[in-house]
Every structure is written in C-alpha cells, then in structure tokens.
C-alpha cells in the first residue's frame, strides 16, 4: 500500500490495490465516447453531408426542428464542457462515482 500526506496535516490517503477506484483507461474510454458522440451529433447537423434537392416530405426539414437539433447539440457540449471543468471549479466536492 501507498500512503500519502492529505491537505490537513493529520490527514492521510492510503491506496489500496485493487479496492474501488475508478481505472485510468475507464477516463479514457469517456472521452472517446464523448468524442465519437460529438461527431455523430455534427453529422446528424449536416444531414450526413448529403444534398437532398427533393422536397419529400423530409422529417428534419424547418426551422423548428434545426433548433432542436442545435439545441441538443449546445446542451450536449456543455454538459461534456462541465464534466471536464467542474473538479478544478469545485474542489472541495467529491465527483466520485
């Protein structure tokens, strides 16, 4: 076991292996995911890059539903932009899982 000095002088964190504790890689993962997500919501915007000339009945055609989607897309990034910034904003509070 590791131990090490906490912010109070009479405070120590002791590590133990293999006891709770979220993985390094499992940060990684969330951020891949969160990545591959926001690329997926910018091609759900472009329509997947394609040009459609036919007005056939389009389900995302108008302006409501372009501010739905660049809704969900704003509150989607910063809620992603909060889980990043929040330790350093709050650093009394435990984010733990």
Known sequence: TAATRGSAPDQIKVDIPGEGGPQADSYWNYHLVM?????????????????????????????????????????????????????ALCPNRDFGV
Request: hydrophobic share 50%.
């Open 35 to 87: 990545l591959l997500l926001s690329f997926y919501l910018a091609m759900l915007l472009s329509n997947w890059a394609q040009r459609q000339d036919s007005d056939d009945q389009r389900h995302d055609a108008g302006l409501a539903s372009a501010w739905v989607q660049l809704g969900t897309s704003w509150l989607c990034s910063l809620l992603y932009l909060w889980t990043l910034i929040a330790p």
